[in-house]
């Protein structure tokens, strides 16, 4: 594929974090030439994405059978980036097992053949998580569909202006004196979201990426504490970190998991923890798709500075002042 023959692309999961960004950067290699399709179960919530042009925004429920062998036919591309970090084992089992399953075998049906999947560092259906199992039997899946032209990228914990995860430290650090955190010394290689949207755009572009299996990690590694210290000291709020012993930590996730919502700490989270969320060096990175890699600390003063610009945040830093 070349910018002469722009894709014609699905996108599972377009309308979210990482599937903007997707977006995003397809238009910007193909000049607006590529037809992106991005279903979603709520029009709403693709806002983001519906003005972009080549994007089409349809109404559809991809766990449906029916509507998801309706998505496929005329395109020559499927990006699946749905995923949940919270849920039940049956939640898992259904976004991350299932639904790669249904969609390897809708793709077979419809003559569909190429697929890039986006899974995470550290999948493996024997991990300690039902987050990391899952990921490991949904790439399981895949790889049986032979006739697949599959390419698996298996990001680690993905950071961005509107990410659920150094934002979320940043706001909490506004509010509280101190951060009693769970799973301080957990390691990390945080990589920016449009690197992936970039890994995602290179391996759209060059069928050597074909059958291989890409770790997408920033160039740092980092334990949680450094992380949320950064995320404080730039957002302009930092707050003494008070790291939680196991036993301490299992309570404060089973509290959390209690409270109304999606929980900001789970105990399945602190299982993943276990696992370094850092690249092995085996597999290939983004270097090798032509991409440099931007670390944390060179990205987050553009979005989680005082004054930059993350709505969220700022409501919550006058919040904090009052």
């Not at 991005?38 to 042009?53: D, I, Y």
């Not at 790889?143 to 990001?155: A, G, H, K, W, Y």
């Not at 050597?208 to 160039?219: C, F, K, M, R, V």
């Not at 450094?226 to 730039?234: I, P």
């Amino acid at each position: 594929m070349n910018t002469t023959n722009p894709p014609s692309i699905l996108i599972l999961g377009g309308s979210g974090f990482v599937g903007r960004a997707v977006c995003e950067q397809l238009l910007r290699e193909y000049g607006g030439g590529a037809r992106l399709t991005v279903p979603t179960r709520r029009l709403p919530h693709a806002q983001a994405v519906q003005s972009l042009p080549g994007v089409t925004v349809v109404q559809a429920d991809v766990h449906r059978d029916s509507d998801l062998q309706g998505l496929l036919p005329g395109h020559d591309v499927v990006i699946n980036l749905v995923a949940i970090l919270q849920g039940s084992e049956s939640a898992f089992e259904q976004v991350h097992v299932a639904l790669p399953r249904r969609l390897a075998a809708a793709c077979q049906a419809a003559g569909v053949r190429r697929l890039i999947h986006i899974s995470a560092i550290g999948a493996d259906a024997a991990a300690p998580s039902r987050y990391l199992r899952s990921k490991g039997r949904g790439e399981q899946a895949l790889r049986e569909i032979t006739s697949l032209e599959l390419t698996l990228l298996r990001p680690s914990v993905i950071f961005g202006r509107e990410d659920s995860f150094l934002n979320l430290f940043a706001r909490l650090q506004a509010l509280a004196p101190l951060m009693p955190l769970a799973g301080a010394s957990a390691r990390f290689q945080p990589v920016w979201v449009e690197d992936v949207a970039r890994a995602v755009v290179a391996c759209v572009r060059d069928r050597s990426s074909i059958g291989q299996t890409y770790e997408l990690a920033g160039p740092t590694v980092a334990t949680l504490a450094e992380l949320v210290r950064l995320a404080g000291q730039v957002s302009g709020h930092p707050r003494p970190i008070l790291p939680l012993p196991g036993p301490l930590a299992w309570l404060q996730a089973v509290a959390m998991e209690l409270l109304p919502g999606v929980p900001l700490m789970s105990r399945d989270n602190l299982a993943s923890m276990r696992v370094p969320n850092v690249a092995g060096g085996v597999l290939p990175g983004l270097e090798t798709l032509g991409i440099t890699p931007q670390s944390a600390a060179a990205v987050l003063p553009g979005y989680l500075a005082p004054g930059t610009g993350c709505a969220r945040l700022e409501r919550w830093r006058a919040r904090a002042r009052r």
